[in-house]
């Protein structure tokens, strides 16, 4: 998979889609109740995403941060950030906060504090 490869564009949605997809298995496979929390996930994530969308623009700016442009669909959004970091700021917390809450379910951490 040289640079040739005529998919190199679709590298960073294949992470993110199989980062995502593990994240909906634990949360269907494990019933961690994800679904249930979805307004404090939301208002979470939008701060993660404010913040961290922030420092992207920043950084990207300052030519400290760039994505490669082989590597991404090229859609640009918010201050020229690819699509592709908006969507990894919602997909990997998304994915922390499941497995968060499977690992609760499985080693009985919440019933131990009641």
Not at 20 to 25: A, P, Q
Not at 44 to 68: G, H, P, Q
Request: proline share 4%; hydrophobic share 55%; with cysteine.
């Amino acid at each position: 998979m040289g640079e040739d490869w005529p998919m190199n564009h679709l590298h960073y949605i294949g992470v993110l889609l199989f980062i995502g997809l593990c994240g909906v298995g634990v949360n269907v496979f494990f019933k961690t109740g994800l679904a249930r929390r979805w307004r404090i996930f939301l208002i979470t994530d939008l701060l993660i995403l404010a913040l961290y969308t922030a420092w992207d623009s920043w950084a990207i700016y300052k030519r400290n941060w760039y994505f490669d442009p082989a590597q991404i669909l090229g859609a640009k959004v918010l201050f020229s950030i690819p699509i592709e970091e908006i969507l990894f700021f919602i997909v990997v917390p998304f994915t922390t906060v499941a497995t968060y809450l499977a690992l609760k379910k499985l080693t009985g951490w919440e019933r131990d504090r009641k």
